[in-house]
């Protein structure tokens, strides 16, 4: 998954690597960011979207390799 994380483009990187490896607050987030809450909110949810749309990439070639 870290490989994942550090394939992300900013600002996904960087506040997916705050919110899910730091386990930030979102509100300490948008704090130390300078940002509204919800776009940080709103960039958390996309970068996670961006995560899961990679990874289940990553299990279709693999369930491909063996069939």
């Known amino acids: 998954m870290k490989k994942h994380i550090n394939n992300l483009k900013n600002p996904y990187k960087q506040v997916i690597e705050m919110r899910e490896i730091q386990k930030m607050a979102y509100k300490d ?4 960011l300078g940002k509204n809450l ?5 960039q958390i949810r996309n970068g996670r979207a961006i995560l899961i ?3 289940e990439k ?6 491909e390799m063996f069939m």
């Open 29 to 32: 987030i948008a704090d130390q």
């Open 38 to 42: 919800s776009t940080i909110k709103s």
């Open 53 to 55: 749309a990679e990874t």
């Open 58 to 63: 990553e299990f279709i070639m693999l369930d």
